[in-house]
């Protein structure tokens, strides 16, 4: 079974709260109870989507999280890539410096660099924007 982590799936309900409410600054706890999703996995998530530019982070008694504004630009490739560390089906595919035990005599060497790429050009065409127009949030605070 090929998978996104739950950590990326994580990322793209809070993105969709977010970008629910652009102007609206969440801490990490409000978002948690709206999404139910763990408080501190909640706010590990955060850290690497403002890391990563896709969303505002602002410090202080009134701070927290916000939308960066519009999603139409954000590639599903770049979430996964800010979440993930990119987009690997196999070890081999991942790197040419990868160190495999049948490497030499593997039928399948360099194959999978073609599956991978085709996966990663998908993934690039699909918009953040076209998912989040369609999240619906079940409960507002």
């Not at 049948?102 to 073609?114: A, L, R, V, Y």
Request: charged share 20%.
């Amino acid at each position: 079974m090929l998978k996104l982590s739950k950590m990326t799936d994580y990322s793209i309900i809070l993105l969709s709260v977010l970008s629910k409410d652009n102007a609206r600054c969440f801490s990490a706890s409000t978002l948690s109870a709206l999404t139910t999703i763990p408080e501190p996995t909640t706010a590990k998530v955060l850290k690497k989507l403002a890391a990563g530019g896709l969303v505002n982070s602002v410090r202080g008694a009134h701070g927290g999280y916000s939308s960066i504004g519009s999603y139409d630009d954000t590639a599903l490739s770049q979430i996964i890539d800010i979440m993930e560390g990119g987009i690997s089906l196999t070890d081999c595919a991942a790197n040419d410096d990868h160190h495999c035990s049948i490497k030499e005599k593997c039928p399948m060497d360099g194959c999978w660099n073609t599956v991978n790429k085709a996966l990663y050009e998908t993934l690039d065409t699909i918009k953040l924007s076209s998912l989040l127009s369609k999240a619906e949030l079940r409960e507002t605070l």
